[in-house]
């Protein structure tokens, strides 16, 4: 792992991200803590196996950590500033989130449809 790469683990339902920098800790947003986070690798992975996804985005590595440090403290909010809005930003990249966005979905198209039997 390098500074700057984006790790994940997988919590079951959703896959949790964060950001690897030079010391090798985790920089993450954590709906745990409320806010962005600075752990250990095996502290954020809790016992779970991590996955390495590299450097996403066209910044630089050295800026992708120092973009995460700077964001530590900032609050948590799972519809404009959860896990992957961080790790998006931090990138250099539009902040979104496409599991959140694939839920909402899923969770509309039942809505729609149990109303559709009804």
Known sequence: MLSGD???????????????????????????AGQVVRETVDDFAGGRQVTNHGKAGTLPRDQIARNAIDTIGRPYKLF??????????VSGRYPCSPQLRIVVFL???????SHAKA
């Open 6 to 32: 984006q790790i994940s683990v997988w919590l079951g339902v959703y896959r949790h991200y964060g950001i690897i920098v030079d010391d090798l800790t985790v920089i993450h947003n954590s709906k745990i």
């Open 80 to 89: 404009e500033f959860n896990c992957e809005h961080h790790v998006s930003e």
């Open 107 to 113: 969770a509309a198209a039942s809505l729609l449809f």
